[in-house]
């Protein structure tokens, strides 16, 4: 601690807010169990979610989306069901939980979807749809993001431990989370909403999908901000950090660059919605999202650390490999597919 940091920004704050301690189970929990149990869930909700166009009885065509005690039921029953096919099949088990930290990270990645919600809801609100849609989205969306934030970071950043170590896929509050996995169950998870909703296509959707997502990342980053995570290599630029929790050398904060890039994106998005009274061509605002912040984040690569080990000496990082073919789509999607001089009127019902 005795060498000195210059005029540069110290960081050191506990990524703690709180910690209670450990929780001791009355009974082992398997961990197969519980992801089998959200397969389950996720699965039990896609079925329960009523498809107007096929049914017959018109009364039935105006039901609401599932009761919210049908989901906590689902959910319980989901449960139980994935811990008894795991008392005869060997798993790895849990026998307490905790120590339980209340972390900083987990209270802005809960902002970055109580503003979504808000957002979606103005969105959804402009375009005459219902309350009930939008819960049943945002459900479809967090446990997308949950899952392929996990699931990226396992394959693409560390797949070889996690074959050998199974029992730490499930562990999220260890850290390990990827954004690219998150974008890629994000667009299957409105796939497959969208195939409920017979008045309702994907482009549109992902057009207004996106721009809660674009103010959720902000968030999310400044996040990894605290955890003193996802930093940069080694620079004497003025806005350097010192990150003490992992090193006294003034490096690139490297995720506030992606939490400035995601608010900047966020804006962009906003003006285009507004700019076409609401209404904006399908697909335009969506590939917009798509090459804004995945070639910033291409961009901002060059000034992180490597997070894949095992691709240190590769001419482009895991991050960029991830990043082109999502601009790539995005290109294709403003080029060929959107037309600006149209403004959209299908969901004007």
Request: aromatic share 14%; no cysteine; glycine share 8%.
């Amino acid at each position: 601690m005795q060498q000195s940091i210059g005029n540069y920004f110290y960081w050191d704050t506990d990524p703690n807010m709180l910690n209670i301690g450990s929780i001791h189970l009355p009974f082992s929990i398997s961990i197969y169990g519980i992801i089998l149990g959200l397969i389950l869930f996720f699965w039990g909700v896609n079925k329960m979610t009523p498809d107007p166009d096929q049914s017959k009885n018109k009364r039935r065509r105006k039901q609401a989306e599932p009761e919210v005690w049908k989901i906590w039921a689902l959910g319980i029953g989901a449960f139980v069901l994935g811990q008894i096919v795991f008392i005869i099949i060997p798993s790895p088990m849990i026998h307490q939980i905790g120590p339980i930290r209340i972390r900083w990270y987990g209270l802005l990645f809960a902002m970055a979807f109580v503003s979504g919600y808000f957002i979606e809801k103005r969105l959804f609100k402009d375009a005459g749809r219902t309350l009930e849609e939008l819960e049943m989205l945002l459900t479809y969306i967090l446990v997308a993001t949950i899952i392929g934030a996990r699931l990226g970071h396992v394959i693409f950043y560390d797949l070889h431990y996690y074959l050998t170590h199974p029992s730490e896929i499930i562990k999220i509050w260890h850290g390990g989370l990827a954004s690219h996995g998150a974008a890629i169950a994000i667009i299957i998870a409105m796939w497959l909403y969208v195939r409920k909703k017979k008045d309702m296509n994907f482009l549109w959707l992902a057009d207004r999908v996106v721009m809660p997502v674009a103010i959720g990342g902000a968030f999310i980053r400044l996040g990894n901000f605290f955890n003193s995570e996802i930093i940069g290599h080694v620079t004497h630029v003025p806005w350097a950090v010192v990150f003490a929790r992992v090193d006294m050398l003034p490096r690139h904060p490297s995720m506030l660059y992606e939490s400035v890039l995601s608010i900047l994106t966020f804006a962009l998005l906003w003006w285009v919605y507004r700019k076409y009274d609401r209404k904006p061509p399908e697909g335009g605002i969506f590939g917009i999202f798509l090459i804004l912040l995945f070639t910033g984040r291409f961009l901002i690569e060059y000034t992180k650390m490597p997070q894949a080990n095992f691709a240190a000496n590769w001419p482009l990082s895991m991050g960029q490999i991830l990043s082109i073919p999502l601009v790539l789509y995005g290109v294709w999607l403003v080029w060929k597919k959107v037309d600006w001089k149209k403004q959209t009127t299908l969901q004007d019902t």
